[in-house]
C-alpha cells in the first residue's frame, strides 16, 4: 500500500521535469529573412597542435568560425561519444537560415545523424540544402563554452568559433571530421572543438 503515493510522486516529479526541460529548451521564433548570409570560413593546417579532452587526442585539421542558425539540436546523454560531444547542432545558413525557405523542410535528428525533407514544390534545391547546412558534433573546450552550448535553442543564430579536429580515445576508437560543406552521408558531419559561442539574441 505504501507504493502508491511513492509511484504518484515520482511521477509527478518526472512529468515536471519534463514540463521543465521542454519550457528551457523550446525553439525560439526566429524573425523572417537571411539571418545567417555569410558561409563557414575555415583555413586548414595542415600540421595541426594537438591537445587531450578527457580520454581523447584531438588533431586540429582546421580552424573555423561558423555563424548559422539553429535548425535543429540533439543531447546524448549515453553513446559512446557524449562524454566527449554532448550536443550535434544542424546547422543552416544561406536560404537555409530563411523562414520562407525552411517551411519546405523537414529536419529531425537521431543516432548522430541530421535528416531533412523536401515538400513537394519546395523552394530550395537539393543542392543548396546539402551546401548550406551541417551536422556538427561540438566539443565544449570548457566549463564556460560547456554552459552556453547547453543553453542554445532551435531558431537562434549563433556564431562558433573554433577547430575542426580528428580525434582518438585511448581505447582506439576515432572520429573524423568533414573539411568541405558539399558532402553528405556517413563521414559528412564536423566535429567541431568549440571555443567560443555567441548568440544573436531577437
Known amino acids: ?18 514540463a521543465w526541460t521542454w519550457f528551457q529548451n523550446r525553439p525560439v521564433r526566429a524573425p523572417d529573412g537571411v539571418l545567417a548570409p555569410g558561409d563557414p570560413v575555415q583555413v586548414d593546417v595542415p600540421d595541426g597542435s594537438v591537445t587531450r579532452i578527457k580520454n581523447w587526442r584531438l588533431t586540429v585539421r582546421a ?9 535543429s539540436l540533439e543531447r546524448y546523454h549515453w553513446d559512446a561519444l557524449a562524454a566527449l560531444v554532448p550536443e550535434d547542432l544542424a546547422l543552416g545558413w544561406g536560404a537555409m537560415s530563411d523562414n520562407h525557405a525552411l517551411r519546405s523542410v523537414e529536419i529531425s535528428q ?15 534545391s537539393r543542392e543548396t540544402v546539402i551546401d548550406h547546412s551541417a551536422n ?20 537562434e ?21 568533414s573539411l568541405t560543406r558539399t ?5 559528412a558531419c564536423e566535429v567541431m572543438l568549440v571555443r567560443d559561442v555567441q548568440v544573436a539574441r531577437y
Open 1 to 18: 500500500m505504501w507504493r502508491h503515493p511513492v509511484v504518484k510522486v515520482l511521477a509527478a516529479a518526472y512529468l515536471a521535469w519534463g
Open 63 to 71: 580552424h573555423y568560425r561558423i555563424t548559422a542558425r539553429v535548425l
Open 110 to 124: 537521431s543516432n548522430r545523424f541530421y535528416y531533412w525533407r523536401m515538400s513537394a514544390g519546395a523552394a530550395l
Open 136 to 155: 556538427t558534433h561540438v566539443i565544449p573546450a570548457d566549463a564556460l563554452v560547456a554552459r552556453e552550448l547547453r543553453r542554445l535553442r532551435a531558431g
Open 157 to 177: 543564430t549563433v556564431t562558433l568559433t573554433g577547430d575542426l579536429v580528428d580525434g582518438v580515445r585511448d581505447d582506439g576508437a576515432s572520429i573524423h571530421t
Open 183 to 187: 558532402d553528405t552521408g556517413p563521414g
